[in-house]
């Protein structure tokens, strides 16, 4: 009975202090009652003892302490082992992922890498630092075990020193098995209070060394590049990952360069989201500071009319100041363009523009669109009247590069208005076939007469040098571009036009 009991020591303490007591009065009785009994006889261990079962229970008992045998086969005996590259691939944040050193022995100084700054501490030395790509797996904080996931070269039928790869050769595709480092390590210990444990170690590397780092984030890059993104906004990704690798000896994907890229960027100039989520605090901003001003959103219908929010799609803004310059000098004369938007969020910028008292540039109003066509500049001239008090009989002349949509918006809102395209957008249109130089001082020449009748002659002698040519260029209407057919409403000459541009 004693065997019995004993063997089963392990339950027998975390039984409560009162049971104990009350277990033993019960034993005690027993054996009492047992004593008084005359069929009782005493049980002799000796006689009925099988040494099957007790090497069975032998067996048990050494796999519940397997854990703290050591493994004959694989000891190491006085082995220097630098867990250096070990600990370099070890999140230390991570409960039970160091080696303490074992009682008994004295502890090693060991030289770590600082992941965060990239400092190697071995500089100063010839012999560069190995760096390896290790996987860690922790079980249950009592059990580690770390292996080495870098890929061994072989070298295969048509290869010299290659890495395995999948080829595909006459329609067939080979594969080629991967063979993995065989580096590898086991540690444990008996509880997570306690020190750990090498059980079994192979230190020796078969695989190549790896430049990957993990303490490497998108994050981190981000905060090393920041004054380069700040002074070259179109830094090249590759140029990112040559500076990586030449100054920290440290691998970068290209998709980490262009996430930290992004993430500098946005520090510096700010999230599109986040700005046209800010619009209307923009608008009561904008209106405070300058009196008179007019800011016009437009947005997309909404199917539900109890949605709290709506889409984006057009902003028309003209400022008070600007406003009141304009109509106080009163030149009748407008300039239109317009600009593509790059981001995320495509769309058009419309501007419109007049001229000082020293011909300068003045800008007059401004607005964002989602495209360039007939309904988006019908709405922005129509705010625009509005600012200047412009009616549908208002005598002034506009000036354009010919955009999309503007000359019907220009004929149904300002029907009277002269309408003129730049002489030298036109030149840029016709330089795409005709480079010479004496293309440019034919149109020139046609643009700048001053009658109808020089412009007809001018125009003869065009079209006996290239008669293509000018047939390209008779199918834009002489009254838009040719000073001879212009109405003389305003006086301005091309000179003064082509400042727009």
């Not at 608008?283 to 959103?297: R, S, Y």
């Not at 363009?337 to 003045?362: C, E, R, T, W």
Request: with cysteine; hydrophobic share 30%.
């Amino acid at each position: 009975m004693e065997n019995l009991i004993g063997s089963d020591d392990d339950n027998a303490e975390y039984e409560g202090d009162g049971e104990s007591e009350e277990g033993n009065q019960e034993y005690e009785e027993d054996d009492e009652s047992q004593e008084s009994d005359p069929n009782f006889e005493e049980y002799d261990e000796s006689e009925n003892s099988d040494p099957e079962y007790e090497e069975d229970e032998r067996q048990i008992e050494d796999e519940d302490h397997m854990d703290d045998i050591m493994d004959v086969d694989n000891n190491i005996q006085d082995v220097d082992v630098d867990m250096g590259d070990f600990t370099l691939n070890v999140e230390s944040d991570v409960e039970g992922s160091c080696i303490n050193v074992v009682h008994g022995h004295e502890p090693e100084d060991m030289e770590v890498i600082n992941n965060e700054e990239f400092e190697s501490l071995d500089e100063g030395s010839d012999q560069d630092r190995e760096r390896r790509a290790l996987i860690k797996n922790l079980r249950k904080e009592k059990r580690l075990r770390a292996q080495c996931r870098g890929v061994v070269p072989v070298t295969n039928k048509g290869q010299v020193g290659s890495q395995a790869t999948t080829s595909k050769r006459k329609g067939k595709e080979l594969k080629t098995q991967k063979v993995t480092c065989g580096w590898y390590i086991h540690a444990s210990r008996s509880n997570p209070e306690s020190d750990w444990f090498i059980r079994t170690l192979n230190q020796t590397h078969t695989c190549l060394q790896t430049r990957k780092l993990r303490a490497c984030t998108a994050s981190l890059i981000s905060k090393k590049i920041f004054d380069q993104v700040e002074a070259n906004p179109d830094i090249p990704l590759r140029a990112i990952q040559d500076h990586f690798q030449k100054t920290y000896q440290v691998g970068v994907s290209m998709d980490k360069v262009f996430r930290a890229k992004d993430k500098a960027r946005k520090h510096i100039t700010g999230d599109y989201t986040k700005q046209y989520e800010l619009l209307r605090d923009y608008v009561l901003e904008l209106q405070a500071t300058n009196p008179d001003t007019t800011v016009k959103i437009d947005v997309c219908s909404e199917p539900n009319p109890d949605s709290p929010t709506r889409q984006f799609r057009r902003i028309y803004v003209c400022l008070g100041p600007l406003k009141k310059g304009f109509k106080a000098c009163l030149r009748d004369l407008l300039g239109f363009d317009g600009a593509f938007m790059k981001g995320p969020f495509p769309g058009q910028v419309l501007s419109a523009v007049g001229l000082d008292s020293n011909n300068g540039i003045y800008p007059l109003a401004y607005g964002i669109v989602e495209s360039e066509n007939t309904e988006s500049w019908k709405w922005f001239l129509d705010n625009l009247g509005d600012d200047l008090d412009l009616g549908r009989n208002s005598n002034f002349t506009f000036i354009s590069d010919r955009q999309k949509g503007l000359h019907t918006a220009v004929e149904q809102i300002f029907p009277n208005a002269e309408h003129r395209y730049c002489i030298r957008h036109i030149h840029d249109n016709m330089r795409k076939r005709w480079r010479q130089t004496e293309y440019r001082d034919h149109l020139w020449r046609c643009a700048s007469a001053t009658t109808i009748p020089e412009f007809e002659h001018l125009m003869k002698e065009f079209s006996q040098y290239d008669k293509e040519a000018c047939e390209w260029l008779k199918q834009i209407p002489p009254k838009h571009w040719a000073r001879s057919h212009f109405s003389g409403k305003s006086i301005y000459s091309n000179l003064v036009l082509m400042s727009f541009t």
